[in-house]
Structures are given as C-alpha cells and as structure tokens.
C-alpha cells in the first residue's frame, strides 16, 4: 500500500485517495534534534458521511466506528513510514467495520449434559443438607 493512494476494502471496495485528509505535526519520542523539527507524526483523517463509498458500507462503518474516522501514526523517525503505518491502520479499523457480523445460533443442551447438570445439583444440594443441624426427635 503506497502512501497518497487508493485504501483498498474487503469486497472490493476503494476509498479513493481524494477522500482523504492527511494532517503532520512534530512527532514526541526518539529522534534527538530530528525529532524537534521534523513533522513527521501523521493524523489521517476519513470522512465517512462525505465519501464515494455506497451508502450500505457508509451505514455499516458510521454504526461501528465515529465520524469521522480518525488514525494518528508516530511511531516510526520517518513521516514516509508514519504515512504507511496510517492508511494500514485505517484499512484495519475499515475491514473491521465492514465486516458482517455473525449471528449466534441458539442451540439447546443436550441430555447428558441437562442430566449431569441436575446430578451436580443434587449432589451439591446434599452436601448442604449434612451440614445442617439435625431436627430434634
């Protein structure tokens, strides 16, 4: 993935790179005097609701993630490097959006495991029973 490209999605969908918004400013951590007076920390911006994408995978990304979608990277001394690490990030938290969820599907216990549920209980419900004064005579 190339820094000022294209975003590519799960289903082959594209955010183009013309709806992107990148910001730099000076990056903290490592780098001496580099790091001073280099802007090399990243801020990639995604504006869902003013974006190409179709309206079922805007609805879907603005139910899971805010608006808009924000990626700051400053890990890395280089802002080329930061920019990458940026729209890989966004290509995550996007896929992870877009993706479909899963419906659980409701299953019932089986016999054995109902029966062995009821065995503990009443074993258990016994034990108590012992520790129980005994009722005069």
């Not at 820094?3 to 082959?12: K, S």
């Not at 899971?64 to 690490?85: F, G």
């Not at 495991?113 to 009722?135: F, H, I, M, T, Y």
């Amino acid at each position: 993935m190339e820094p000022g490209g294209d975003v590519e999605l799960r289903g082959g969908l594209k955010v183009p790179a013309s709806d992107l918004v990148w910001r730099t400013s000076k990056s903290g951590g490592p780098g001496g005097q580099h790091a001073n007076t280099s802007n090399t920390r990243v801020e990639l911006v995604f504006e869902v609701a003013k974006s190409s994408l179709p309206e079922w995978a805007q609805a879907r990304i603005l139910a899971r993630c805010t608006d808009p979608v924000k990626v700051i990277a400053a890990d890395e001394r280089s802002l080329w490097q930061n920019r990458r690490l940026a729209m890989v990030r966004l290509q995550t938290k996007l896929d992870a959006a877009l993706a479909p969820t899963i419906r659980r599907v409701p299953t019932r216990p089986s016999r054995g495991s109902v029966q062995r549920r009821l065995d503990a209980k009443q074993a258990n419900a016994e034990r108590k029973a012992q520790r129980r004064r005994p009722l005069p005579e």
